[in-house]
């Protein structure tokens, strides 16, 4: 019986989308908890780090309900990419663009 749940379990994630997937994934973080790091590069240099993100959100059109080509999320801007929240970096809302943005999304255990 169990195998049966699994293998039914399994044929529904596969025949999901990959956003669909994605989603799923994020409401399973969000009751877990994560420490997400989100490091933006120019070229090969690091230049903005935030750090303590819960997840990253695709945008969707408000009439249209279609994925828009940019992320956003909630950090704390690590200014000076120590890995840690220090005085003055506060938390922030960020957007960058699946397009032009060199970028990692990373677990920080």
């Known amino acids: 019986m169990k195998k049966s749940i699994l293998a039914v379990a399994v044929l529904l994630l596969v025949g999901c989308t990959q956003e669909t997937q994605n989603s799923l994934s994020r409401s399973i973080q969000n009751w877990t908890g994560t420490n997400g790091v989100l490091d933006v590069y120019a070229g090969d240099k690091l230049v ?36 840690r929240q220090d005085a003055g970096e506060n938390k922030t809302y960020f957007e960058f663009s699946d397009y032009s943005t060199s970028y990692i999304f990373y677990e920080n255990n």
Do not use: C, E, V, W
């Open 48 to 83: 903005k780090r935030f750090i303590k993100i819960d997840k990253l959100s695709t945008a969707y059109g408000t009439n249209d309900a279609q994925a828009r080509p940019y992320r956003y999320g909630y950090g704390y801007d690590d200014k000076n990419f120590n890995m």
